[in-house]
């Protein structure tokens, strides 16, 4: 892996060629191990409003020259340094004019927890997944080696997991909520909050049958991923779009979505019920009350 394929944007060329330069302040250090480039430049979708993500992977962090600032001696500006939380995880942001570029600093051992925390534990919450998606789609500036040992690992998708993740990601709202008690309602807030934690879920299900990793708590270059993606359903994307337009057909395409995601997983992954869900969306359908109802002694 050494650089984007032929319809990569002159962005992310010329953002790969920057984070090549800036990663050679870092590799010289010791204790570094491997720098990696993450984000869109990789993709090949870097635009002019695209950052720097960089992440160098240490045997132990070291504060003390980090906090002397590697990059001093350029003509730029630096935002900040700071531990995240109380993790082994530092984070420098520095701007180069108007672009912005960020580096990641994490022990192998607090990489190895996070990998871990997935491929060992199963973790399904989207903070877990997205480092292990990043990590794939990523280019190295350095250790390549060592980048194709833990890419490997990374791609050997735990099996338990695939299941787990599609069970997690089966709680949805029933019909007629987001059209009728949401969007009906002018209340639109719970509206497109609804209709993206419905479509966040469906992404995750798809990640599960595909056996790949995404971060759906931000959910970004999803074409780029569902085009990766075997198993999805047609015109996946243009209807993620049309269901986010709100109103009845925005709804209908939502619900045409749903049904083609759950189909998928009976014929792929029939282990997991899916009729259970359709009978309890049906059941408790959001309908028009009306007239009081009538209340009377259950018959016997």
């Avoid at 759906?216 to 994307?237: G, H, V």
Wanted: glycine fraction near 8%; hydrophobic fraction near 35%.
């Amino acid at each position: 892996m050494n650089g984007v394929g032929e319809g990569a944007t002159e962005s992310s060329r010329w953002r790969i060629e920057l984070a090549r330069e800036l990663s050679k302040y870092y590799t010289s250090r010791d204790g570094v191990r491997m720098v990696v480039l993450g984000g869109s430049p990789p993709k090949g979708l870097s635009d002019e409003y695209s950052d720097l993500d960089v992440i160098v992977y240490w045997d132990e962090v070291d504060r003390e020259w980090l906090d002397a600032d590697p990059l001093a001696e350029l003509d730029r500006k630096r935002i900040f340094f700071t531990r995240m939380g109380e993790s082994d995880v530092y984070l420098e942001s520095h701007y180069f004019g108007t672009l912005k570029a960020d580096f990641g600093h994490v022990t192998m051992a607090g990489w190895k927890e996070m990998v871990d925390d997935v491929l060992v534990n199963h973790n399904t919450e989207p903070p877990a997944q997205g480092p292990l998606g990043g990590f794939l789609a990523s280019l190295p500036l350095s250790g390549e080696a060592l980048f194709e040992e833990w890419r490997a690992r990374v791609a050997d998708y735990p099996e338990p997991l695939a299941p787990k993740m599609v069970r997690t990601n089966l709680r949805l709202f029933v019909r007629g909520y987001l059209l009728h008690q949401a969007f009906g309602r002018e209340e639109l807030l719970a509206y497109y909050d609804g209709t993206a934690r419905m479509l966040k879920a469906l992404l995750n299900i798809l990640c599960g049958l595909n056996r790949t990793y995404a971060f759906t708590e931000e959910p970004r270059w999803i074409e780029y991923y569902l085009s990766r993606m075997s198993l999805r359903p047609e015109r996946a994307w243009e209807r993620m779009k049309l269901a986010l337009s709100g109103g009845s057909d925005a709804d209908e395409t939502l619900e045409g979505l749903l049904e083609d995601v759950l189909s998928l997983v009976e014929r792929k992954m029939p282990e997991v019920d899916v009729d259970r869900i359709r009978r309890r969306r049906k059941e408790l359908r959001v309908r028009p009350t009306g007239e009081m109802p009538e209340l009377r002694p259950k018959r016997s």
